[in-house]
């Protein structure tokens, strides 16, 4: 079954305390993206890649970090978590940059 | 600077009538255009797609029109279903792009 799994699923941590979001994606799709969803805003690009090795900032990336080290695997890295950066997050892989793209089932991420 | 927008946060309507979901533009330059399908607790889903070079793509129930003069997409779901309740978001893109653009969403809630 064609699918993006993200781990994991819920997550409560604390200010400044690492953590790692993985995603994988089982089609073999060359673009990859994480997105932020927060109420009233609706889905935001934080980072993309268009394969492994060639990572973009998307429009919100600040406090973020990626890596793209496999063509199936793009974790989403925030070094220092703040508040601000509570909310709902998805990962997203697709054949190619701009068309259909394929979502995971989110994080839902809380940092006090 | 909200390139693609969803005037209306939500929608209702009865079991069996028509739904419109609708979208606007302001990039003209965005020749490629999504709708995604999102249920609570889970991620966005690929509804329906339009190219520029047409006017209407249909799939089922679900028909999705393109005015490009007027820079304005919508989404006809006919007739609508329980379980079509969920949160709408409209996409675009552009050739050549690196992402899509998303609108902020319309929930929409069809009342048995």
């Known amino acids: 079954e064609a699918q993006v799994t993200q781990n994991p699923r819920y997550l409560i941590t604390v200010t400044g305390k690492k953590l790692t979001v993985t995603c994988s994606q089982n089609?073999?799709?060359?673009?990859m993206s994480w997105y932020r969803q927060d109420p009233g805003l609706g889905l935001r690009q934080i980072y993309y890649?268009?394969?492994?090795?060639?990572?973009d900032k998307g429009d919100v990336p600040e406090g973020y970090k990626v890596s793209r080290k496999e063509k199936r695997n793009f974790p989403l890295i925030l070094e220092s978590p703040s508040p601000n950066q509570t909310s709902l997050y998805f990962c997203?892989?697709?054949?190619?940059?701009?068309?259909?793209?394929?979502f995971g089932q989110g994080t839902r991420l809380t940092v006090v | 600077d909200q390139q693609v927008k969803q005037n209306s946060p939500s929608l209702s309507v009865q079991e069996g009538r028509i739904s419109i979901l609708n979208c606007d533009y302001t990039?003209?330059?965005?020749?490629?255009f999504l709708w995604y399908k999102k249920y609570p607790a889970e991620g966005p889903t690929f509804l329906i797609s339009?190219?520029?070079?047409?006017d209407k793509n249909e799939d089922g129930r679900f028909t999705v029109f393109l005015n490009k003069s007027a820079k304005h997409l919508s989404l006809h779901i006919v007739p609508s279903q329980p379980g079509d309740s969920a949160v709408y978001f409209c996409?675009?893109?552009?050739?050549?792009?690196?992402?899509?653009?998303f609108g902020k969403g319309t929930k929409l809630t069809v009342n048995p």
């Open positions: 997203a892989s697709s054949i190619l940059q701009g068309v259909e793209a394929f």
């Open positions: 339009i190219s520029s070079i047409k």
């Open positions: 089609m073999n799709h060359e673009y």
């Open positions: 996409a675009a893109s552009s050739s050549g792009s690196e992402k899509l653009v």
């Open positions: 890649s268009m394969n492994v090795e060639v990572t």
């Open positions: 990039n003209s330059m965005f020749d490629y």
